[in-house]
């Protein structure tokens, strides 16, 4: 069973509708006794970080979280509560992957010291990079939760905080300065960008996590 974690906050619905689409077995669930058994979760995110780790302390998932063995897929916020701290709300999270998810500023450097004003948050269609695996010029990074889905593709963002590309990036997308758009450490994945709002693209994405 894939479990939806619901913890007050996040875009239950479209994730819930894209595994219907899809013909996977779901269950939206907040008790932890049920979410440690889970087969797969899902931990889908939309808010504030602060109060993201807040609702989680309250329904005691913070450990059931942080020890579960299984796939794991965290969504925009529920991919940021995967680093050790956040600026959103100087927030201490769930501390699985080293890092710390800053903010976009609204003024980057683009070309020979000139600034190009940045909208805040980033809201719309971004296109989404696999990096070059070190010392295998040539060669891309790639995973099972990736199969299918091309470079460069097109994927829904909705967010004011990053997180730098660093060990765990699967793929990178630029918005001022390049970020992590996926990531993975061991069963952990996450996605900055929101797959169940990403047409087609998205879907393959969810199908390859549902299949692991």
Request: net charge positive.
């Amino acid at each position: 069973m894939i479990i939806i974690i619901d913890y007050n906050s996040g875009n239950l619905t479209s994730v819930a509708n894209a595994l219907e689409r899809l013909k996977f077995e779901y269950k939206i669930c907040s008790k932890k006794e049920e979410i440690a058994k889970a087969d797969k979760i899902i931990f889908p995110g939309q808010g504030h970080n602060a109060q993201a780790m807040t609702e989680l302390k309250k329904l005691d998932l913070v450990d059931v979280i942080k020890n579960f063995k299984k796939p794991f897929l965290g969504i925009c916020v529920g991919m940021q509560l995967l680093y050790e701290f956040s600026e959103e709300g100087e927030t201490e999270c769930l501390g699985i992957l080293k890092g710390k998810v800053r903010k976009f500023s609204d003024q980057w450097s683009v070309v020979s010291g000139q600034y190009k004003k940045m909208k805040i948050p980033q809201i719309g269609w971004n296109n989404v990079s696999f990096p070059v695996i070190p010392a295998k010029a040539g060669i891309l990074k790639t995973d099972r939760i990736l199969k299918n889905i091309p470079n460069h593709s097109y994927f829904y963002f909705v967010h004011s905080y990053f997180c730098s590309v660093n060990e765990y990036t699967l793929a990178t997308c630029e918005y001022g300065n390049e970020f992590s758009a996926v990531v993975k450490k061991e069963n952990f994945y996450g996605t900055q960008f929101h797959p169940e709002k990403s047409g087609e693209v998205g879907m393959k994405l969810l199908k390859n996590f549902c299949d692991l």
